[in-house]
């Protein structure tokens, strides 16, 4: 190991470089381009599935919701274009027959009202739900409660607002828990104001009151808009899908090939098909990055080729004057390691640099693209280990071309 510490070696090599800089610059370039791609695919790839993550982080994902339309096939005497509703008997069919599939059953139903507290008021959506909605899409809470089975049970005339109507019907800093809002002219005490997540919101900013209330007040007696569905964990949740729709045609009298009659959403699927596209695209990543690297290193060994054969006649007088093969390919080695880890750390630092530039542009805010961008300091040194352990076997190629020629025959070279 004493030649790493030979200042004579170490003169070689820069004077080597110097005499090539050009093609070392190039040469360290196409090594750098390899390990910058490789961190900055990965880390950026990490920021999609992070955003990702963020976009639906407050729903559970293996969910499915369900809502009417109209028939596109006539059927057991019913004319095409038949409208019909979701009803309760629906909802404890469903319950009955998926006991082992169904994890969390949500009916809704919504519209849009006029909320009014004193000289203030705005239009926002008013939506019947029962306490389950929360473990399917949880709230954040800013004030007080979500609904519970005791405002259920009462038909109590309470709700729970977005924070954005909070703003909107409250003065600055003023305390809503317990102060009463009007909705459709009747007064609702305020239990709850809930901050809005950065995840996906199909309700928007709404306000939430006991679904037993929304029958009562808005005389929707047995109706029901739509439904949510979570599945049990395990659960095929396309083919449950399936088995509801089917289920649903049955019961309300639908053509079980009727494309249009129901509408509906499968989170899970969508959510397989990012992933599926984010495995992939780390899947690429790591081939783009590795195929970078693996030509980078190549280009070092040629271009210690090109410099072995250019010192072709100095290799030979060193070899003349007592030089030991060993040490002429130790050189050789030392000079494709040397290189291979200047240009690794140069590009895991422009690495690193692009994708704090990509979270300070794109990875902040609600809308952020690229949710913090970073890669595992393991995954960096396994991927920095094998560049230099690369950059060392492909030494060993011009290494032992400088060895094999004979100091005579060197010496005679031009």
């Known amino acids: 190991m004493k030649f790493l510490f030979d200042s004579d070696t170490w003169q070689e090599i820069y004077g080597s470089i110097r005499k090539n800089k050009g093609r070392t610059i190039i040469t360290i370039i196409g090594v750098l381009w390899g390990i910058f791609l490789l961190v900055v695919l990965l880390g950026a790839a990490r920021g999609m599935e992070n955003g990702f993550n963020k976009l639906f982080g407050s729903f559970a994902t293996n969910s499915v919701f369900v809502w009417t339309q109209s028939t596109d096939t006539p059927f057991k005497g019913f004319q095409k274009g038949r409208r019909f509703e979701l009803t309760f008997n629906d909802i404890d069919v469903l319950k009955r027959e998926y006991t082992d599939e169904i994890k969390l059953l949500a009916p809704r139903n919504q519209t849009n009202n006029l909320l009014i507290k004193d000289f203030k008021s705005g239009s926002f959506r008013v939506s019947g739900d029962y306490p389950v909605l929360d473990q399917i899409q949880k709230k954040n809470l800013m004030y007080g409660r979500f609904l519970n089975e005791n405002d259920i049970l009462s038909k109590a005339k309470v709700c729970v607002i977005s924070e954005d109507i909070y703003k909107q019907l409250f003065d600055k800093d003023e305390k809503p828990i317990g102060q009463y809002i009007k909705i459709n002219s009747i007064n609702y ?9 950065n995840s996906i919101n199909f309700d928007g900013d709404c306000a939430y009151i006991p679904f037993t209330t929304f029958q009562k007040v808005y005389n929707t007696a047995n109706k029901v808009d739509w439904m949510m569905i979570t599945a049990n964990e395990g659960v095929d949740i396309k083919q449950m899908e399936k088995d509801i729709l089917l289920t649903l045609k ?3 009298r639908v053509h079980p090939e009727d494309k249009r ?33 693996i030509a980078g290193v190549f280009a070092i060994g040629n271009i210690l080729l090109i410099t072995v054969k250019e010192r072709t006649k100095e290799i030979g007088i060193r070899r003349a004057i007592g030089a030991t093969p060993k040490e002429i390919k130790q050189q050789i080695i030392l000079e ?29 805010g609600p809308d952020a693209t690229f949710v913090n961008p970073t890669v595992n300091i393991p995954i960096i040194m396994i991927a920095f280990a094998t560049l230099v352990f690369l950059g060392t076997l492909i030494g060993l190629i011009p290494a032992h071309m400088a060895t094999v020629v004979r100091p005579i025959e060197a010496l005679r070279e031009e």
């Not at 005490?189 to 997540?197: H, L, M, Q, R």
């Not at 009659?261 to 783009?288: C, D, H, P, R, Y």
């Not at 494709?336 to 902040?364: C, E, K, P, R």
Request: net charge positive.
């Open 250 to 252: 049955i019961l309300h």
């Open 336 to 364: 494709s390691v040397f290189l291979t880890t200047i240009a690794g750390m140069l590009g895991i630092i422009f690495g690193g640099l692009v994708l704090f530039l990509i979270d300070h542009f794109l990875g902040q």
């Open 189 to 197: 005490k305020v239990i709850g104001v809930y901050k809005p997540s």
């Open 261 to 293: 009659a129901f509408g509906s959403v499968n989170l899970g699927v969508e959510i397989g098909k990012v992933t599926g596209f984010l495995t992939g695209m780390q899947f690429l990543t790591w081939f783009i990055g590795i195929a970078t690297l």
